[in-house]
């Protein structure tokens, strides 16, 4: 008798050791399967609306500061006697400043635009695709925009003989975490600007249409 309750003891104790391993292999599978799957589904589906408001509060932030800017503020345009081009330079000092303005004022309006957090199903939770446009919507916060770096680039378009389409951009990337249960994404944005725009009248040389100015 002493001996059958030993082995009763025995395999009690094995049945809480196999149901404690059970617990923690499940649990391990519901961490992995989190990470690699929800995590994934869920950042595909906020994507697009964090886009939306990141280039509509960088597209505010350039008019804002390029309301007033034109092409000579920004390119100085030299030709020789024959009418070609000899120079073109980029005003160094207006362009950084301008740069800085415009980071500081993305940064602000990004960050008071994701204030109110994205709406996400509850079904993108499931980190199945066919049901993440289904359930409850659930807010995930969205903490203010981790960096906003801003840089200037030209693209030259032939206009026909001697004419030059001369087009100025701003590029900005930034980058925004949002913060889900247990973990956060850092995504990074690029918004691409037409700041302003000329035609070059006479021969430009192949160092500029093949480089930038900037």
């Known amino acids: 008798m002493y001996c059958s309750y030993k ?16 617990f923690i292999g499940i649990l391990v599978a519901c961490i992995i399967y989190y990470q690699t799957r929800v995590v ?6 906020t994507y697009a609306e964090v886009e939306s408001k990141v280039t509509a509060s960088v597209n505010k932030a350039v008019l804002l500061n390029l309301d007033t800017v034109n092409y000579d503020d920004l390119v100085k345009v030299e030709k020789n006697a024959d009418g070609d081009i000899a120079l073109m330079s980029a005003n160094s000092l207006k362009i950084n400043r301008i740069n ?10 990004i960050e008071n635009s994701c204030d109110s957090g994205v709406d996400v199903p509850l079904g993108a ?3 199945i695709v066919y049901f993440s446009g289904f359930g409850p919507k659930i807010t995930l916060d969205i903490l203010s925009a981790e960096s906003v770096v801003c840089s200037f680039y030209s693209e030259f378009d032939s ?4 004419q030059t389409r001369h087009a100025v951009y ?6 925004v975490k949002i913060v889900m249960p247990g973990k956060t994404k850092n ?10 725009e000329a035609v070059i009248v006479g021969k ?4 500029y249409l093949n480089g930038s100015i900037f």
Not at 103 to 108: D, E, F
């Open 100 to 109: 800085r303005e415009i980071a500081v004022s993305s940064q602000a309006l």
């Open 170 to 175: 701003i590029r900005v990337n930034s980058s």
């Open 125 to 127: 939770l499931s980190g």
């Open 7 to 22: 082995r009763r003891k025995r395999r009690v104790k094995w049945k809480r050791v196999f149901g404690l391993f059970l």
């Open 159 to 162: 206009m026909g003989i001697n």
């Open 187 to 196: 995504i990074t944005v690029k918004t691409d600007v037409l700041v302003c």
């Open 204 to 207: 430009i040389p192949e160092i």
């Open 40 to 45: 994934t589904v869920v950042v595909d589906f």
